[in-house]
């Protein structure tokens, strides 16, 4: 099924002239929409830059071909506009969302987090889209009359809100973080600048969501299979991409390995958007929104899959964490990754002096609290290799990630 354009300024899209502006107000650009300049700010940012050395699924030596954290956040963000511009939607706010997604990830993936969320569990624990948050509100320092990179309301919200509500109208915590609470430092800068925790994000917010999930699902297989940590024969047993590799082979019978894994790939994606776009306009047809601030309110998401395709796309991810993140190889690994970010942790709460001067400053005057997030602020930004080579600098023994 081919995608129709859609119409331009669909009513439910978000209005970049109609933004619930900045916390600091600004003058408006000349040239370019309130949206556009996030995303401008965002590639600009020293923590955009250091995705380009922080682990995606395989650490950076493992190989030049496997994505990065960055890699995968131009993939997200290229499907991120596609469904934007299918759907009506304003393409700068999804991109822009899409962008700055993994902006708090630490280094090494999942497993550096899972680590700093262990190190901080009596301060709340460490969560990377709170972190994200951080990010971009306090620890980019590019500009003379304030912290972070001062971006608009709707692309704060999507960041914070991307996978839905994440309180109800009274406060509850809900979904994630009804066992745990939602983190602190969301809850303080919802003080400051009220982002609706308890609503849907607007639409754009919910096609990048997406977006990430059909990146992942889609480039994962890709570097499996370059990996060898599964066969084409494997991934072919799960029903949507077997059929697709069936049709492939119906066209191409002697195709090669590497071409068949690009074309199953490239026919997974379109399939995947397909289904999104077409399950989307479904959904808002049925709602009938007027306004973004409508699809908020919706008392469900508007943007996902269908049916059929979530319970496929469910299975390929399923796949995916038994055949590749749960991998004897990957473990190995990630359990490696883990335990530098603990010593890393430890060593820098035991001794201020490890860290560099500028991190230092008037830790001896505050809180444990404050302490240990400082310290967690200043190793979620490290890149792979930089937090390898500050334990090297700090331990006798430091393992090869590989």
């Known amino acids: 099924m081919a995608i129709s354009a859609a ?5 439910y899209a978000s209005d970049p002239g109609l933004s619930r502006g900045r916390l600091h107000p600004e003058p408006p650009s000349k040239s370019r929409s309130a949206f556009r300049r996030d995303c401008d700010r965002i590639i600009h940012s020293t923590a955009f830059r250091r995705l380009k050395h922080k682990t995606q699924v395989f650490v950076f030596d493992e190989g030049d071909h496997y994505r990065t954290r960055l890699t995968h956040t131009l993939e997200v ?3 991120a506009r596609a469904l934007a511009r299918a759907l009506g939607l304003d393409e700068d706010l999804a991109e822009a969302l899409a962008l700055a997604h993994d902006l708090g990830h630490p280094p090494f993936g999942h497993a550096g987090e899972r680590a700093l969320d262990e190190c901080l569990s009596e301060f709340g624990g460490f969560d990377h889209n709170a ?5 971009v509100t306090a620890l980019e320092r590019r500009y003379p009359g304030f912290d972070g990179i001062n971006l608009t309301w709707e692309t704060l919200e999507g960041l914070v809100k991307h996978n839905g509500p994440l309180t109800d ?14 983190p602190r430092s969301i809850l303080d800068y ?3 600048q009220d982002l609706e925790l308890w609503s849907f994000p607007s639409a754009e917010a919910q096609v990048a969501a997406v977006a990430d999930d059909v990146a992942y699902s889609a480039h994962d297989i890709d570097d499996g299979l370059r990996a060898e940590l599964f066969t084409l024969n494997d991934i072919a047993a799960q029903e949507l991409p077997g059929s697709i590799i069936a049709d492939i082979l119906k066209s191409f019978p002697t195709l090669d390995a590497a071409r068949l894994t ?3 790939v490239r026919r997974l994606i379109g399939a995947l958007i397909e289904d999104v776009v077409s399950e989307t306009r479904r959904r808002l047809a049925v709602l009938a929104p007027r306004s973004a601030d409508e699809v908020r309110r919706a008392p469900s998401g508007v943007a996902g899959f269908s049916e059929k395709m979530a319970k ?3 299975a390929i991810s399923s796949f995916l964490r038994t055949h590749m993140y749960r991998h004897e190889r990957v473990m190995d690994v990630m359990d490696q990754a883990e335990g530098v970010v603990r010593d ?3 060593r820098y709460r035991s001794d201020f002096d490890a860290l560099p001067a500028e991190w230092q400053e008037g830790l001896s005057a505050v809180d444990e609290g404050v302490r240990v997030r400082r310290i967690a602020d200043f190793i979620a930004g490290m890149t792979d290799r930089y937090a390898l080579a500050e334990h090297a600098r700090l331990f006798d023994s430091t393992p090869e990630l590989r």
């Open 7 to 11: 119409m331009i300024d669909a009513p």
């Open 77 to 79: 963000a290229q499907i």
């Open 131 to 135: 972190q994200t948050l951080r990010v």
């Open 169 to 182: 109208r009274e406060g509850k915590p809900l979904g994630r973080y009804r066992a745990r609470g939602v």
């Open 190 to 192: 919802n003080t400051v």
């Open 262 to 264: 690009h074309e199953l």
């Open 312 to 314: 496929a796309e469910g």
């Open 344 to 346: 890393l942790f430890a």
